[in-house]
């Protein structure tokens, strides 16, 4: 990992001075700030694989807590910046201007699951995989699952407004945040939207959290709905001859069927899982569907061979084949989930991009990657949720070959041009953060860019909050002269 160039200003931002550690460290508690260098090493990373140090980590305990930290960092100012879990995979929780990491973790209390109104209110440190498996043990289901689930957090799935495989019939995190509990830059705690089914009362500041990336607000409890668990489930591979016959099949499912999942692995991504599928497939198979149907226990059976019969008419399919167990179900997901970091058996560091396409231009899309494969001699591979056209596209590098990182990243813009012009968006999922913020003036346009930055502006005039994401910072922020 490549560490942070220390400018003179970052320098003084991680000699955090005394006096604030003190005041803090009453706030909060002696051993909730650490400032160890070896410790703060941990709190630096993210899923990108880039390192900046902060200038102490503190771990708060409540929501009051977090305002009155919050009222230290704009009285003094000094950059805060909310940490989940660090699996972000666009460099959202890295502190790029120091000063002070907060991380969730002791917030981690499910509050209420309320099984009659279907709901329930969580503190953002709260695991997503445990939130699911709580509302499972109330007969209740939430479908957002990041692939992520098992260690990425709810507050960073709302910051992020992370989907997962299942978006595809459930929707996103958007899609289920009722209502938020978040502190203010300047310390001032706010609660945006209802518990309610419905609510139209003043502006929907609940979807402009969502979403925001640490950059307006920090989220300190949440409010979810529910849904009633489906009865049955079963998973269907499908494998095929080529990466376009895989992908001009998703249109054609998704007229006659509504999938829960509807995923897809290049042959690249396929050869790196290869070991942990539960059965051999052919050689000649180029391209994988996995696709998944939900509902009552008497109707999943029944879709399933429609299903099957439908993809026997169409034309590039090698085999298609039924999950017999759950034991096999969990074993195609757990390789499906094990290919983000298997990549790095191809090369040490990765561009994660997460491109969306109209779905009927999947096809046009994977043929891109193939050609800048091609044509660039990069090493890129292509997965994720199809049924969204939302396609996980990796560059593969080796940053300390210079001559690697200008390819990749000629790949990077190549792509994310072709995206625009296929009707696309630059993020699915993963946000903007650090790595996509030069490349927001290519999707939106001036008016609207200039729109963001005042609402970012309205919310945190110092540009305290997790400064430098988002929108390309400014050369110096007020908290960068004043610590
Ligand atoms: C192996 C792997 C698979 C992944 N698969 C998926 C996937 O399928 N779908 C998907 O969407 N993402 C996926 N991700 C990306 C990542 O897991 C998600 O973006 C997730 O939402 C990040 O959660 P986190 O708790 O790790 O947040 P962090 O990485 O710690 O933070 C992410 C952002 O949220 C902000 N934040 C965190 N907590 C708060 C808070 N309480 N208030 C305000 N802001 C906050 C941070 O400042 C940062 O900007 C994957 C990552 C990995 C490593």
Redesign the pocket.
């Known amino acids: 990992m490549k560490p942070a160039k220390k400018t003179p200003a970052l320098r003084k931002l991680l000699e955090m001075n005394k006096k604030t550690i003190r005041e803090l460290r009453k706030i909060v508690g002696q051993d909730q700030v650490i400032t160890a260098p070896e410790e703060l090493s941990c709190y630096s990373y993210?899923?990108t694989g880039q390192e900046y140090p902060p200038a102490a980590v503190i771990f708060p305990g409540s929501s009051e807590e977090i305002c009155r930290i919050m009222q230290m960092a704009s009285a003094t100012p000094f950059p805060v910046?909310?940490?989940?879990?660090?699996?972000?995979?666009?460099g959202?929780?890295l502190p790029v201007a120091g000063g002070l990491v907060?991380v969730?973790s002791r917030?981690n209390r499910i509050l209420e699951i309320d099984q009659d109104n279907q709901l329930a209110v969580v503190e953002?440190?709260v695991i997503?995989g445990a939130l699911r498996l709580a509302a499972e043990r109330h007969g209740l289901y939430y479908p957002p699952?990041?692939?992520?689930?098992h260690?990425?957090?709810?507050?960073?799935?709302?910051?992020?407004?992370?989907?997962?495989?299942s978006a595809v019939k459930y929707g996103?995190?958007r899609d289920y945040v009722l209502g938020l509990e978040?502190v203010l830059p300047d310390g001032r705690l706010i609660h945006t939207g209802v518990r309610t089914a419905k609510g139209v009362v003043g502006y929907d500041l609940t979807r402009l959290?969502v979403g925001?990336?640490?950059?307006l607000?920090?989220?300190?409890r949440i409010t979810v709905k529910l849904l009633p668990a489906p009865e049955a489930r079963s998973t269907l591979l499908v494998l095929c001859r080529g990466m376009a016959e895989a992908t001009s099949l998703v249109t054609g499912i998704l007229a006659h069927h509504t999938p829960c999942t509807l995923e897809y692995m290049d042959r690249t991504a396929l050869a790196i899982v290869r070991d942990k599928l539960p059965f051999p497939f052919p050689q000649e198979a180029e391209a994988l569907l996995l696709v998944e149907l939900d509902g009552q226990k008497e109707t999943v059976p029944l879709a399933i061979r429609q299903l099957t019969e439908f993809l026997q008419t169409r034309p590039g399919i090698i085999m298609s084949r039924k999950a017999e167990s759950p034991v096999e179900a969990q074993q195609l997901w757990a390789a499906r989930?094990a290919i983000?970091?298997a990549a790095f058996s191809l090369k040490p560091h990765k561009m994660s991009e997460?491109v969306v396409v109209p779905r009927s231009r999947l096809p046009q899309l994977v043929s891109c990657t193939e050609a800048l494969n091609r044509e660039l001699g990069v090493v890129i591979f292509t997965f994720?949720?199809a049924g969204d056209g939302n396609i996980h596209v990796n560059i593969m590098l080796d940053r300390s070959v210079p001559q690697e990182v200008i390819q990749a990243e000629t790949a990077k813009q190549l792509l994310f041009t072709e995206v625009l012009r296929l009707g696309g968006t630059l993020s699915?999922?993963?946000?903007i953060?650090l790595t996509k913020a030069a490349y927001l003036p290519m999707e939106l346009d001036q008016p609207t860019l200039a729109l963001m930055r005042q609402i970012k502006n309205l919310f945190d005039p110092d540009n305290i909050l997790?400064p430098g994401?988002i929108f390309p910072a400014p050369a110096q922020t007020a908290a960068e002269k004043n610590i």
């Open positions: 993210d899923g910046v909310p940490r989940g879990a660090g699996t972000g995979m666009t959202g929780a907060m969730m917030l953002p440190g997503t699952d990041p692939a992520s689930l260690f990425c957090t709810m507050g960073g799935n709302v910051a992020e407004c992370a989907g997962g495989p996103v995190t978040a959290l925001s990336e640490g950059t607000a920090i989220i300190t989930r983000s970091p997460d994720g949720h699915g999922e993963h946000g953060g997790n994401k």
